[in-house]
């Protein structure tokens, strides 16, 4: 396969997942690395040879033909608008912006566009395979579903002010897996959540652990589980109930030996962090990107997922809000 040439805006944790990815697929080169902070970059660069430079000439380069987003949240709509502009193609990280206004304004200008936006759950080979058999009508029809998204330790409070909140920043992962399996979109939105893990961020104004309940207009149901503290764990798990079975994608294991002995049963734990756990989704929608890149495949999660996901973020906010549903 040709390689085709791309640049990685932001080497900060995701950056260090997606760059290296990019660097070892066989139809892409890593050839610049944009950050602000100059050892970031450099280190990133001179690990993967490819060079540190500046946004403007990344874009103008001819021979770039997509660039990988990476950066923090409030930068992404911005840079995301200037690869397109420059005719590139776009993979960037979730969620497109914040402010919902902003990204419905910008979003004739992504129509046609080559861009993925970082929703690495549908890559999940464990979440694929139970979408496949969901599918093929192994549990019926489905009627409703239960998704576990907890994370194992609460982000330093500096994280909390530009995070956009937990909706926003990390159930919108849960709003998109909802969306996916559901195959349909979500009527009306419940949602409580409470401080419970920390109360710096109660002071910072957002909210650690929620439950949230989206109904279709056939009357599917989603309860969606976040909290930002499990403490033994990524846990990341599906329920799919449906009229004939259920279908579920358990946790996943750092290995599979299992020990049982008159102390009980014992085993490996459970993944530790997003990096470890979603590993293979994040090779596989890398190598979806250069698919796209190369013309073979259209995005899977493009612009208009990431806009109704953040209608759907805004939705539990605004129920937190006011304690009642919204209805869309
Ligand atoms: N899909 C996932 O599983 C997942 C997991 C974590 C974070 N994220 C998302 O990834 C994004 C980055 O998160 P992170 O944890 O890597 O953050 P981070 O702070 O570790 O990295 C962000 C990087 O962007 C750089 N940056 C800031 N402004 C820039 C600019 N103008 N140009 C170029 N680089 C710039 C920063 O210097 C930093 O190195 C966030 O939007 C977050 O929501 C996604």
Known sequence: MERIDVALIGAGRMGQVHGPNAANHPGLRLKYV???RPDAAAAMASRW?????ELDSALADPGIGGVLICSSTDQHLGHALAAVRAGKAVFC???IDLDLDKVRKAEPEFAGARFLLGFNRRFDPHFQALKRRLEAGEAGNLESLQLVN??????PPGFIPTSGGLFKDFTIHDLDL???LL???PSEVFSSASCLVDPEIGRLGDVDTARTLLKTPTGKLCVISN???SGYGYDQRIEAYGSKG????ANVHANTVVTLNEQGVDAAPIHPNFAERYRAAYAGQLDHFAQVLHGRATAQAGYADGVAALVLAEACQESVRTGAPVRL
């Open 150 to 155: 907890h994370d194992p330790a609460a982000p």
């Open 178 to 180: 909802a969306r996916w």
């Open 227 to 229: 909290t930002r503290r």
């Open 183 to 185: 195959g349909e979109e």
């Open 246 to 249: 259920m279908l579920t994608a």
């Open 34 to 36: 944009v950050d602000p």
């Open 93 to 95: 990280e979730k969620p």
């Open 49 to 53: 040879g490819a060079q540190v430079a």
